[in-house]
């Protein structure tokens, strides 16, 4: 591994899940809106009361990675959701362009958060900590 570059190749692989979790939140709140969401998930028999910390927890826990604050903890932490999102579009097939999307894309972000979680927050984060599982 090349020592002097590969923190920074951490760096954009944090950066960029913790812009998609922002995104993705800003979607659902702007877009979709908190009542749309909350009747998505109730239409997969999930609890509507989800939707609002859900909401919150994927843009508070994106800015937690995009800026390095304890990333690989919350990386760790929002597994769950992607899970969730896997288990909404499995149904759908492969190719997310798919008619209510496809699994690919989630479990490729759990890829990433996993990647994420083994690496470390890598160069240019606020503050991190080595995790239990670690040594």
């Known amino acids: 591994m090349d020592q002097k570059l590969a923190p920074y190749g951490i760096t954009l692989l944090r950066v960029a899940l913790g812009a998609m979790w922002v995104s993705h939140a800003l ?7 908190l009542d749309g969401f909350a ?6 028999g999930l609890p509507t009361f989800l939707a609002t910390p859900t909401v ?13 604050i304890y990333g690989r903890h919350v990386s760790l932490l929002m597994m769950p959701i992607l899970f969730g999102a896997t288990s909404a579009h ?8 798919n008619t209510g999307g496809g ?12 990647a994420h979680v083994l690496l470390g927050d890598g160069a240019l984060k606020i503050k991190s900590a080595p995790l239990l599982l670690a040594k």
């Open 39 to 44: 009747g998505f998930l109730g239409s997969l």
């Open 27 to 33: 979607l659902k709140y702007f877009v979709f809106t």
């Open 103 to 114: 699994w690919e894309y989630p479990v490729f972000l759990i890829a990433i958060a996993a």
């Open 56 to 68: 919150f927890a994927e843009f508070v826990g994106g800015l937690a990675i995009l800026f390095g």
């Open 90 to 97: 499995i149904a759908n097939g492969w190719v997310f362009s």
